[in-house]
């Protein structure tokens, strides 16, 4: 069987659970997230003490990194939704980066048609702040949403193999 066939299915299936199950599905990815994150803290905290005597500045970035992995890690299991924490900040760095460009634009720019575009940036910024505290705010859309474009990643995995044959 063709990997891509194989994961077109995968992602339809995948896709399917997160639609119609989205509160498990977004918990599952939490636990899955945080459960990751306290191994590799762990890890990173094992690989500090590994080279305490020739790099003491690696260690202790390495001891440092471990520590916040697994305090994210613990916040992810029991308190905070890894989904809509992840694609809400998400939305905020790229709402600063548009608001950003946008602003730079209207002051920088030359032409009319240059800061008309660059308010159009400035706007889309805007709007994505309020798409990212709404995926804050509501974790369930965002499922539904991850869960949509799984189907649609799926069916084009399926589609692209079914072209090649």
């Known amino acids: 069987m063709d990997y891509r066939k194989l994961l077109g299915i995968l992602f339809i299936i995948l896709g399917f659970i997160f639609t119609f199950y989205p509160v498990y599905s977004a918990e599952a990815v939490s636990w899955i997230a945080g459960i990751c994150l306290i191994a590799f803290g762990f890890a990173s905290i094992i690989d500090g003490f590994s080279v305490w005597s020739r790099m003491a500045h690696v260690t202790a970035l390495n001891i440092l990194l471990g520590i916040c992995a697994i305090l994210f890690g613990i916040l992810f299991i029991y308190k905070i939704d890894a989904l809509s924490f992840l694609v809400a900040y998400q939305f905020y760095l790229i709402a600063f980066i548009l608001i950003f460009i946008g602003i730079s634009g209207i002051v920088y720019g030359f032409e009319t048609i240059s800061k008309a575009a660059s308010v159009l ?45």
Not at 148 to 153: A, D, H, Q, R, S
Not at 154 to 165: E, P, R, V, Y
């Open 121 to 165: 940036i400035l706007i889309l910024g805007i709007i994505s702040v309020f798409f990212a505290v709404y995926a804050i705010a509501e974790p369930f859309y965002t499922a539904i949403i991850v869960g949509i474009c799984l189907i649609m990643y799926g069916i084009t995995f399926l589609a692209s193999n079914i072209m090649d044959n």
